[in-house]
């Protein structure tokens, strides 16, 4: 039962858009403020550490001025870019882009979930900004496979050469130990 609960969590996390966020980024004048909607889709099912991942990252423009994206980011909460394009994209206001990357998926940030924020370099109005979204998303991970049975198989070697460590030690105690004569 709990398998199915982790399983539908999989694939609610996978298969709606994640959070939405709204972005304010000022330069001092009223009219060089941009707002911004995001959403991210994963395309992995499920998502596994190590494995080469798509995500499909939405951006609407939801203010009054037209912006620029330089480049734009996955970026986990430790600052570590898992994924990123530099498309060179002009939003309109009003308007939404799509922007699709792959990646290799790294491991968890903390148990078996990823927290991550998409950032980008933006241009409007002759100059240059960058925006992150203020809170994180979540993703679940699944562990590699083949990662939990290297770690299985390193420790059941441990624990046989363990055994056989101590059956030597064993056998040379008693050995050691006079032996009584009969009469």
């Known amino acids: 039962m709990k398998r199915i609960g982790i399983i539908i969590i999989?694939?609610?996390?996978?298969a709606a858009f994640a959070q939405?966020?709204?972005e304010d980024v000022s330069f001092g004048q009223a009219n060089q403020t941009i707002q911004w909607l995001s959403s991210v889709k994963e395309q992995c099912s499920p998502c596994q550490?190590?494995?080469i991942s798509e995500f499909e990252v939405s951006l609407k423009n939801t203010g009054d001025n037209d912006f620029l994206v330089n480049s734009i980011s996955l970026i986990d909460?430790?600052?570590f870019v898992f994924a990123s394009s530099q498309p060179g994209v002009?939003?309109?206001k009003d308007n939404e882009k799509n922007?699709?990357?792959q990646s290799v998926m790294p491991p968890p940030t903390r148990g078996n979930t990823?927290?991550?924020?998409v950032c980008f370099v933006f241009s409007v109005n002759g100059q240059s900004g960058q925006s992150c979204e203020n809170s994180a998303r979540q993703l679940m991970i699944q562990n590699n496979i083949e990662t939990n049975?290297?770690?299985?198989?390193?420790?059941?070697s441990a624990i046989i050469i363990l055994m056989a460590v101590c059956f030597m030690m064993l056998l040379r105690k008693l050995d050691s130990k006079p032996k009584r004569q009969g009469l």
Do not use: N, R
């Not at 999989?10 to 996978?14: E, F, G, N, R, S």
């Open 114 to 117: 990823l927290y991550y924020s």
């Open 77 to 79: 909460s430790y600052g």
């Open 10 to 14: 999989l694939l609610l996390t996978t």
């Open 20 to 22: 939405t966020q709204i």
């Open 99 to 101: 922007f699709t990357m």
């Open 90 to 92: 002009f939003v309109p």
């Open 49 to 51: 550490e190590g494995k």
């Open 149 to 156: 049975l290297a770690i299985i198989y390193i420790l059941l």
